[in-house]
């Protein structure tokens, strides 16, 4: 059974940072464009930042650019998102994704409406003084 397990989240003042992991098992993240999302209860699910498979370009939300770094390990096969200088605005549920078709690091407002294939039980961000 595919899984992404997902860990990192947690609470953090405002300028400080956290790194998300994306893990997964049964599954080769080489292979896809993973995603990361994001959710606030009661907004609609906003992308935050992609990559690509076989190349690893990244791609990011203006809000979160020059701020936010997504990498991979394909030999831990885990994908990261390293958060920077986080603003309260940062607080949501955080939820990584793969696409096999690798199509979701192009589609409108950064994959957030893109059918994910797989996806990571969520970690919560908290931002806040």
């Known amino acids: 059974q595919v899984q992404l397990v997902q860990s990192g989240g947690g609470s953090v003042q405002p300028g400080g940072s956290l790194r998300l992991s994306c893990p997964a098992s049964?599954?080769?993240?080489?292979?896809?464009?993973i995603a990361w999302f994001r959710q606030v209860p009661g907004n609609q699910r906003e992308g935050v930042s992609c990559?690509?498979?076989?190349?690893?370009?990244?791609y990011y939300a203006d809000s979160v650019k020059g701020r936010f770094t997504i990498s991979r390990d394909n030999a831990k096969n885990t994908v990261y998102l390293q958060m920077d200088s986080l603003k309260p605005e940062a607080t949501a549920v955080y939820y990584c994704?793969?696409?096999?078709?690798?199509?979701?690091?192009?589609?409108?407002?950064?994959?957030?409406?893109?059918?994910?294939?797989?996806w990571g039980n969520g970690t919560q961000v908290t931002v806040s003084s």
């Open positions: 049964e599954f080769s993240l080489g292979y896809s464009a």
């Open positions: 990559i690509t498979s076989s190349e690893s370009r990244t």
């Open positions: 994704a793969a696409d096999p078709t690798g199509y979701v690091c192009y589609a409108p407002y950064l994959g957030a409406y893109h059918p994910m294939d797989y």
